[in-house]
């Protein structure tokens, strides 16, 4: 048996840049992995896909769900002579915009990878990151193995970003509320290209920040979410959760992805857990976790 780690996301920036004739929507973003994981388990099997799902929300187990078709297209994609059963025991909250389903997919790639010794050339990581694009726009990132990348395209085209130290660690708390992807882009107000320039200016000055290890001070005014312009009634429980962090001292909060989850920054461990027992008045599902790296 295989088992696999698959963490969420964050994103620490987050601007839409274009739209393509396609629909979707052109991005730069910082990704950021995070300390939160589902687990997948991935065994062998003479033939097909089979997923158990593990989760106190209710979850598709079947064809529909990311994992299966991501099997499904590994099996297909590498002509493999076999199958796979799947076990996923999920802890990212989902619909969040912390990327669950789509490090559950990358998972289940990177998974099979393994169980099937597939030795990766050049040939091969084309075809997986070809599958993955296909499955969805963030899965890319969860195949790459740096824990931070600039994305751009439609957040496919990724450049990882080395951070001199470890980030402060992270307050997170998901309000509980589904925000659709599609909704939020169709929701979003178009910004002067002006605007958008200056906020692309900040993202560079964000990263140099980063890689030269600045203080959280220095860099939590260049976060930045696009998406929390987008004129839908749920985003009004997303900047009260801003304004509650700001209130508790959290630095920097943003929303993640589409939403509806918040994040920010504290000083210490010890912060982040008062931060958490003053949260619990709220009907919030809430971590304090870190970045990866």
Request: charged content about 20%; aromatic content about 8%.
């Amino acid at each position: 048996m295989i088992k696999m780690q698959c963490p969420a996301k964050v994103n620490l920036f987050l601007e839409v840049t274009g739209q393509r004739p396609d629909g979707y929507h052109r991005l730069a973003t910082l990704f950021a992995k995070i300390n939160l994981y589902d687990v997948l388990e991935v065994e062998g099997a003479p033939s097909g896909v089979a997923l158990e799902v593990v989760s106190d929300a209710p979850l598709s187990a079947g064809p529909d769900n990311l994992v299966c078709r991501a099997a499904e297209a590994f099996l297909r994609g590498f002509r493999m002579d076999g199958g796979a059963r799947l076990r996923l025991t999920k802890r990212i909250p989902m619909g969040a915009g912390l990327g669950g389903g789509a490090s559950d997919a990358a998972g289940s790639l990177l998974g099979l990878v393994k169980l099937y010794g597939l030795h990766l050339d050049a040939k091969r990581k084309a075809a997986l990151l070809r599958m993955a694009a296909a499955l969805g726009a963030d899965v890319p990132f969860f195949l790459h193995p740096a824990p931070f990348c600039k994305g751009t395209g439609i957040g496919d085209r990724l450049k990882p970003v080395r951070i001199a130290r470890s980030l402060p660690y992270l307050v997170l708390a998901y309000p509980g509320l589904h925000v659709s992807t599609a909704q939020a882009y169709k929701a979003l107000p178009a910004a002067p290209r002006s605007a958008v320039l200056t906020r692309l200016a900040q993202l560079e000055k964000l990263i140099r920040g980063l890689q030269r290890g600045r203080p959280v001070e220095e860099w939590e005014g260049l976060l930045f979410n696009r998406l929390e312009g987008a004129q839908l009634p749920v985003l009004a429980q997303v900047e009260q959760a801003r304004q509650v962090f700001a209130r508790l001292g959290v630095r920097g909060a943003r929303m993640s992805g589409s939403g509806s989850s918040v994040f920010g920054f504290v000083a210490s461990h010890g912060e982040g857990e008062s931060v958490l027992r003053r949260l619990r008045g709220y009907p919030w599902q809430c971590f304090l976790t870190s970045c990866q790296g």
